[in-house]
């Protein structure tokens, strides 16, 4: 029998964040304002503890740096991807991150590819992806002038929506949103607005202004994919959301028995609705773990959406 990692979630406080990771997923968090579940994640930010097993009480970037054989033996210097789940109950800054090259150069860091899942949306909620800019010079002056209501391109979004927001994508995630994020393992954030927010101190939080202006893509470049492949399985569906050079994400609605295979170097799980067996183990919404590489085939039993994201 293969390796199962179970991890503990870590949560970061966030002036934009809510309470619905408590709501939703019962989860214990630090206060009203929580912004970020990470997990799994083996990133020095947020490096989730394992729970049960072998490997109980160790962190998952000491596992996955002592024992790589379980994870298909592949070369990355660090663990490669980072899933969040954001509960945005103010609207999070317009910001940008970097691509790998950028990011190796001036931050010593992987850069940041990221996607969403969303979970929950209220009514008329919206999100912020790409910008009307044609020319550098047409974002730069649209910048200077504050005049982000006419630079920002922004749309309503509905729960079951799938966005691919590449490095170099201005974005923005608005308040009522609960989602899903996999991202490449990355902290990068140049923040370009912040809506002139100030903190209990008075305080506007840093901006970084000439980062963005580097690395954001003009024109955006966002054309999205709406269709997204099917497969049946014995009980249930598979969505295939994104297959890119970064990673895969897959949503499985389970309804019952189903054999899922392990072909991959890892898989990153996160129970995000229902209720039923892994493997011997009861689960719920909420639970995360790492299947790794010398567990070839799952059992899933029950009424459970579950996202599965791998290289
Ligand atoms: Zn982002």
Same mark, same amino acid.
């Given at each position: 029998?293969?390796?199962?990692?179970?991890?503990?979630?870590?949560?970061?406080?966030?002036?934009?964040?809510?309470?619905?990771?408590?709501?939703?997923?019962?989860?214990?968090?630090?206060?009203?304002?929580?912004?970020?579940?990470?997990?799994?994640?083996?990133?020095?930010?947020?490096?989730?503890?394992?729970?049960?097993?072998?490997?109980?009480?160790?962190?998952?970037?000491?596992?996955?740096?002592?024992?790589?054989?379980?994870?298909?033996?592949?070369?990355?210097?660090?663990?490669?991807?980072?899933?969040?789940?954001?509960?945005?109950?103010?609207?999070?800054?317009?910001?940008?991150?970097?691509?790998?090259?950028?990011?190796?150069?001036?931050?010593?860091?992987?850069?940041?590819?990221?996607?969403?899942?969303?979970?929950?949306?209220?009514?008329?909620?919206?999100?912020?992806?790409?910008?009307?800019?044609?020319?550098?010079?047409?974002?730069?002056?649209?910048?200077?002038?504050? @005049?982000?209501?006419? !630079?920002?391109?922004?749309?309503? /979004? #509905?729960?079951?929506?799938? +966005?691919?927001?590449? %490095?170099?994508?201005?974005?923005?995630?608005?308040?009522?949103?609960?989602?899903?994020?996999?991202?490449?393992?990355?902290?990068?954030?140049?923040?370009?607005?912040?809506?002139?927010?100030?903190?209990?101190?008075?305080?506007?939080?840093?901006?970084?202004?000439?980062?963005?202006?580097?690395?954001?893509?003009?024109?955006?470049?966002?054309?999205?994919?709406?269709?997204?492949?099917?497969?049946?399985?014995?009980?249930?569906?598979?969505?295939?959301?994104?297959?890119?050079?970064?990673?895969?994400? @897959?949503?499985?609605? !389970?309804?019952?028995?189903?054999? /899922? #295979?392990?072909?991959?170097? +890892?898989?990153?799980? %996160?129970?995000?609705?229902?209720?039923?067996?892994?493997?011997?183990?009861?689960?719920?919404?909420?639970?995360?773990?790492?299947?790794?590489?010398?567990?070839?085939?799952?059992?899933?039993?029950?009424?459970?959406?579950?996202?599965?994201?791998?290289?």
């Amino acid at each position: 029998m293969g390796h199962i990692l179970w991890v503990e979630p870590i949560f970061h406080e966030k002036i934009w964040g809510g309470k619905r990771l408590k709501d939703v997923y019962g989860y214990d968090i630090p206060s009203d304002q929580t912004g970020e579940c990470w997990a799994p994640s083996a990133h020095p930010s947020g490096d989730n503890t394992i729970i049960e097993g072998e490997f109980k009480g160790q962190t998952l970037s000491k596992v996955f740096n002592e024992h790589r054989e379980l994870f298909g033996n592949i070369k990355d210097k660090e663990f490669p991807l980072l899933i969040k789940i954001i509960d945005a109950c103010d609207d999070l800054s317009v910001q940008v991150h970097p691509g790998d090259e950028y990011a190796h150069i001036h931050e010593n860091s992987l850069g940041k590819t990221e996607c969403w899942f969303v979970l929950q949306a209220d009514e008329g909620t919206k999100m912020v992806m790409g910008h009307h800019a044609k020319t550098k010079e047409e974002f730069v002056k649209a910048i200077e002038n504050d @005049d982000y209501d006419n !630079l920002l391109n922004s749309f309503k /979004i #509905k729960a079951g929506d799938f +966005f691919y927001i590449p %490095s170099g994508t201005l974005h923005a995630i608005c308040s009522g949103s609960l989602i899903y994020e996999a991202q490449q393992s990355s902290d990068i954030t140049y923040r370009v607005y912040d809506y002139h927010r100030k903190d209990a101190d008075g305080n506007e939080r840093q901006l970084h202004v000439q980062q963005s202006i580097d690395v954001t893509n003009v024109p955006a470049d966002i054309d999205q994919n709406k269709e997204f492949p099917q497969t049946m399985l014995e009980n249930g569906t598979k969505t295939r959301y994104v297959d890119s050079e970064f990673f895969k994400v @897959d949503r499985y609605q !389970l309804n019952g028995k189903n054999v /899922i #295979k392990n072909d991959e170097p +890892f898989m990153m799980v %996160s129970i995000i609705e229902g209720t039923g067996i892994f493997e011997g183990n009861e689960v719920k919404k909420g639970d995360h773990f790492v299947i790794c590489s010398d567990q070839k085939e799952v059992t899933f039993d029950g009424d459970m959406e579950v996202m599965i994201s791998t290289l």
